[in-house]
């Protein structure tokens, strides 16, 4: 099993890393001020674990039911890392912006799995 996921595991571990560390970790400079710049980061890293989700799994979806059910994996993930951040942080703190931005990105994922499943070909070799 763990074969078959070694890059989602690796990404999610990276997420897992990323946002339990102390924020001391990454240092502070002032180069980029925009507000909820955070949420692009958010967005970007559940996009890409859904897209690794769904390449390393894409023979195995038969409908678009399955794909959503798939989905609720990385969001749960993210629901529990917010979670977490509130528990076992001291400078960070889990925010319902943050699941909808992580939610975002899982949806970004799976709109262009969709668009792009009927190009794709099985049988490449």
Known sequence: MIKNNI???FV???ILYLSLAGSSTFGQNGFINIPYVD???H???YFILMAV???EHRKLFQNT???IITALIPFLFGTIIEFLQMA??????GEILDALANAGGITAALYL???IKPYHKYNIR
């Open 53 to 55: 989700i769904i390449l």
């Open 88 to 93: 076992i942080t001291n400078d960070r703190k």
């Open 12 to 14: 999610a571990l990276i």
């Open 39 to 41: 949420k692009i980061g």
């Open 113 to 115: 799995w969709l668009i």
């Open 65 to 67: 039911r399955q794909l």
């Open 43 to 45: 967005f970007g890293l």
């Open 7 to 9: 890059f989602s595991i």
